[in-house]
Structures are given as C-alpha cells and as structure tokens.
Nanobody
C-alpha cells in the first residue's frame, strides 16, 4: 500500500515562510506525478502546485505563483513545497497527492495557519 506523509505545517506570521515536506513509503517514487492541494474551512480542496514525473515541469495556482515553489527528490522519495510571503488566505490543511496510472493516493494533511 502506497503511503504519503506530510510534515512541516504550523503557525506562522503574515510574510513568513514554511517548507512542507511529503515523504513516500518504500516503493518506486519517480514515476509518480506529485501535487500539493489545500483545503480551507468551508471551501473546496484546491490544487496549489504540481510537478511532473518525467521532466520535473511545474505549474502553480495563480494565487501562489511567485511565492510558492514545488520540488522533488526522487532518491529521497520526497516532495517539498516552499512557501514564502505567506498570507492569512493561505491558511488551510495542505495535502500531497501522488498519481500513477490514473490512480491517486493522498496524504493525511498538515495544518498551516498564517496569523499574527
């Protein structure tokens, strides 16, 4: 059974930074397309950032472009989300998702709270 475990969430002041990490369980990680999603209270879960399995191409939601960076380390079986210039609107539970052959696997989520 594939498992993803997120870490790195917490409370940060507006303008601050956090780096989220998602660790994959023991399997071949490199073929997975990886994404970060977030879900704020009372809102739908939304895509934040995506990184391909093939060439590491990335794309981002407009709300986070220029502030967030997704990256992956296939040897360590990790995917990261560097979040800078955080805003209160970034407050949400952040989830990583891996997709292989059309099947999606989700982590349990990590809470990010941006507040003074």
């Amino acid at each position: 059974q594939v498992q993803f475990v997120e870490s790195g969430g917490g409370l940060v002041q507006p303008g601050g930074s956090l780096r989220l990490a998602c660790r994959a369980s023991a399997f071949t990680f490199s073929p997975y397309a990886m994404s970060w999603y977030r879900q704020a209270p009372g809102k739908e879960r939304e895509l934040v950032a995506h990184i391909t399995s093939s060439d590491g191409s990335t794309n981002y939601a407009d709300a986070v472009k220029g502030r967030f960076t997704i990256s992956r380390d296939n040897i360590m079986k990790m995917v990261y989300l560097q979040m800078n210039s955080l805003k209160p609107d970034d407050t949400a539970v952040y989830y990583c998702k891996g997709v292989l052959w059309g099947r999606a696997y989700w982590g349990q989520g990590t809470q990010v709270t941006v507040s003074s």
